[in-house]
């Protein structure tokens, strides 16, 4: 059954704490991306991996961080610099077949700031 | 800038009746305009996906067309049924090596037994 997985569905931080979401694919796919989903706001992009060990900020990159270590995997830490984490983060892989190219999304993230 | 809007924000209709939502791009240099689907609390589904080159797509009840040249796309949706309630996401992919999606807010719908 392939898809993308993230956990947990919610995350609880404390100030100053680094928390870390995890993201995981088994559909092959070369492409991963992180969101942040705020009400009232469109999907703002954070970081996106187009290949393993390389990874480029996106529009909101400030106060979070990713690693791309293995293909699958694609997690991301939001550290103590980020103020407003609270959102719902979403994350997605893509592989460009052709001139087609979709994202496929996980069931997302809420964090929730104590 | 690329930006991407969708009209109406919120529509709630009753069952059985056709509806069309709306989704307008102010750059058509893009790559592809999707649909998506989004269930409250969950991820997003895709629904359709258009080539710049291509003019309209359907899947079932769902017809999304594409007039890049007025920067443009229209999601129809016949039929309604309930459980086709849910926030509806148009984005576009800017064309070029760096082929991030850019997203508008939304339709909200809800479709009333």
């Known amino acids: 059954d392939g898809g993308i997985t993230q956990s947990p569905k919610y995350l609880f931080r404390k100030e100053g704490q680094n928390v870390t979401l995890s993201c995981e694919q088994n559909l092959n796919h070369d492409a991963m991306y992180w969101y942040r989903q705020d009400p009232g706001q469109g999907l703002r992009l954070i970081y996106y991996s187009q290949i393993v060990n390389d990874f480029q900020k996106g529009d909101i990159a400030e106060g979070y961080s990713v690693s791309r270590e293995k293909k699958e995997s694609f997690p991301l830490t939001v550290t103590s610099a980020q103020k407003n984490p609270t959102a719902f983060y979403l994350c997605a892989s893509s592989i460009r077949s052709g001139t087609q190219e979709t994202q496929y999304f996980g069931p997302g993230t809420r964090l929730l700031v104590l | 800038k690329q930006e991407v809007t969708q009209i109406p924000a919120a529509l709630s209709v009753p069952e059985g009746e056709n509806l069309v939502l709306n989704c307008s791009f102010t750059?058509?240099?893009?790559?592809?305009l999707q649909w998506f689907r989004q269930d409250p609390g969950k991820g997003l589904t895709s629904l359709l996906l258009i080539q710049s080159s291509q003019r309209e797509q359907t899947s079932g009840r769902l017809n999304a067309s594409l007039d890049k040249s007025s920067g443009r796309s229209t999601l129809y949706i016949a039929a309604s049924q309930p459980g086709d309630s849910a926030t509806y996401l148009c984005?576009?992919?800017?064309?070029?090596?760096?082929?991030?999606?850019?997203w508008g807010l939304g339709t909200s719908l809800a479709v009333n037994p």
């Open positions: 984005a576009v992919t800017r064309a070029g090596n760096n082929r991030k999606l850019i």
């Open positions: 750059d058509s240099a893009i790559y592809n």
